[in-house]
């Protein structure tokens, strides 16, 4: 029997796991890296694993249920949705994420998708390659000084989009009932309702994590209330945006545009997938990338170091550097 600590790795896009091994081998451990396209997959393994690291399977209550010895579950990224977090809490397991390795390319990846979207730089592309050269192509473009950003949390990322849009002469209002509103003001940004957001802003701008409250956050009755002509790009959590109702306010003729970086199937977490499932890839004032707002070279070995350092850590008796659960697990001690 091997006395080392098992390490799982529920799944990986990344070719190879060979900085996550050299981390963890290095900390005493014993990598298993699977490519579990079902909870299910996991089972097996999870038994006697000492740490779980997760990009897209989910580690939900029936695997942890089957843990015997498990002390860490670390997600490859800030969401923590993926993982039953109070499971994990209720069998003493803590849970970490990585934090603030990519801040700077999803707000990159937000701007980008809405100068391309506010300038029709999609239309007028499909224009020219078919030989049509007519700045009419791309009607109606507005001059975006002087017209209003809405953001939706306003975290980190979401400040870092102002700062961004700020340079384009915009007014930012956003929504966020957890920011202290003396921090808004220090901001210069404007802290609003979910209600107000919606009917002031040109531009909508989604950075919301996924949890129960931000599911389908953006539905029929929100699209009905936005301005005429808007613009919603999501570089959050594919869910939060109930893609049935935007459908009907694009085609309707309500909102102008979209970006997505992910569409609410969120794709890579499932085990079969095609597009044909939903009607938003037909429509030609979408653009959607596949949940690739955090990529950067330099942003992927952060977040592939960063959560395996976390396990290293906590497998050698120190301190992770990003503990989701350590409060409610200090309750229960």
């Given at each position: 029997?091997?006395?080392?600590?098992?390490v799982?790795?529920?799944?990986?896009?990344?070719?190879?796991?060979?900085?996550?091994?050299?981390?963890?081998?290095?900390?005493?451990a014993?990598v298993?890296?699977?490519?579990?396209k079902?909870?299910?997959?996991?089972?097996?393994?999870?038994?006697?694993?000492?740490?779980?690291?997760?990009q897209?399977?989910?580690?939900?209550?029936?695997?942890?249920?089957?843990?015997?010895?498990?002390?860490?579950?670390?997600?490859?990224?800030?969401?923590?949705?993926?993982?039953?977090?109070?499971?994990?809490t209720?069998?003493?397991?803590?849970v970490?994420?990585?934090?603030?390795?990519?801040?700077?390319?999803?707000?990159d990846?937000?701007?980008?998708l809405?100068?391309?979207?506010?300038?029709?730089l999609p239309?007028?592309?499909?224009?020219?390659?078919?030989?049509?050269w007519?700045?009419?192509?791309?009607?109606p473009?507005?001059?975006?000084?002087g017209?209003?950003?809405g953001i939706?949390?306003?975290?980190?990322?979401?400040?870092?989009?102002?700062?961004?849009?700020?340079?384009?002469?915009?007014?930012?209002?956003a929504y966020?009932?957890?920011?202290?509103?003396?921090?808004?003001r220090e901001l210069?940004?404007?802290?609003?309702t979910?209600?107000?957001l919606?009917?002031?802003?040109?531009?909508?701008?989604?950075?919301?994590?996924?949890?129960?409250?931000?599911?389908?956050?953006?539905?029929?009755?929100?699209?009905?209330?936005?301005k005429?002509?808007?613009?919603?790009v999501?570089?959050?959590?594919?869910?939060t945006?109930?893609?049935?109702?935007?459908?009907?306010?694009l085609?309707?003729?309500?909102?102008?545009?979209?970006?997505l970086?992910?569409?609410?199937?969120?794709?890579?977490?499932?085990?079969?997938?095609?597009?044909?499932?939903?009607?938003i890839?037909?429509?030609?004032?979408?653009?959607?990338?596949p949940?690739a707002?955090?990529y950067s070279?330099e942003?992927?070995?952060?977040?592939?170091?960063?959560?395996?350092?976390?396990?290293?850590?906590?497998?050698t008796?120190?301190?992770?550097?990003?503990?989701?659960?350590?409060?409610?697990?200090?309750?229960?001690?």
């Amino acid at each position: 029997m091997n006395s080392k600590p098992k390490v799982v790795i529920t799944d990986y896009d990344f070719g190879d796991v060979d900085i996550e091994r050299g981390i963890l081998e290095a900390a005493g451990a014993n990598v298993v890296a699977l490519q579990a396209k079902q909870e299910a997959d996991l089972f097996e393994e999870a038994r006697d694993c000492a740490a779980i690291m997760n990009q897209y399977a989910r580690v939900g209550a029936e695997t942890i249920a089957r843990m015997e010895r498990c002390k860490v579950i670390a997600r490859y990224g800030v969401g923590v949705d993926i993982v039953d977090v109070d499971a994990a809490t209720d069998r003493g397991i803590l849970v970490t994420n990585v934090r603030d390795y990519c801040t700077e390319e999803v707000a990159d990846h937000a701007i980008a998708l809405w100068m391309a979207l506010a300038r029709s730089l999609p239309a007028y592309d499909r224009a020219t390659h078919a030989g049509v050269w007519r700045w009419q192509s791309g009607a109606p473009v507005r001059r975006l000084r002087g017209r209003t950003m809405g953001i939706v949390s306003f975290g980190k990322i979401g400040q870092a989009i102002a700062r961004r849009a700020r340079a384009f002469g915009t007014e930012i209002i956003a929504y966020d009932p957890f920011l202290p509103a003396d921090v808004a003001r220090e901001l210069g940004v404007e802290l609003v309702t979910k209600d107000a957001l919606l009917a002031r802003s040109d531009y909508i701008l989604m950075q919301a994590p996924m949890t129960k409250e931000t599911h389908h956050f953006l539905s029929d009755a929100e699209f009905a209330v936005m301005k005429p002509g808007a613009i919603l790009v999501n570089t959050g959590r594919g869910p939060t945006v109930d893609n049935k109702a935007l459908y009907r306010a694009l085609t309707e003729g309500h909102l102008a545009a979209a970006g997505l970086d992910d569409p609410e199937e969120e794709p890579a977490k499932r085990a079969t997938w095609d597009p044909a499932d939903n009607p938003i890839f037909t429509l030609p004032n979408v653009l959607i990338t596949p949940h690739a707002a955090y990529y950067s070279e330099e942003s992927i070995r952060a977040a592939r170091e960063g959560a395996a350092t976390q396990v290293a850590k906590v497998l050698t008796g120190q301190t992770p550097d990003f503990p989701v659960n350590a409060d409610a697990l200090a309750v229960q001690s």
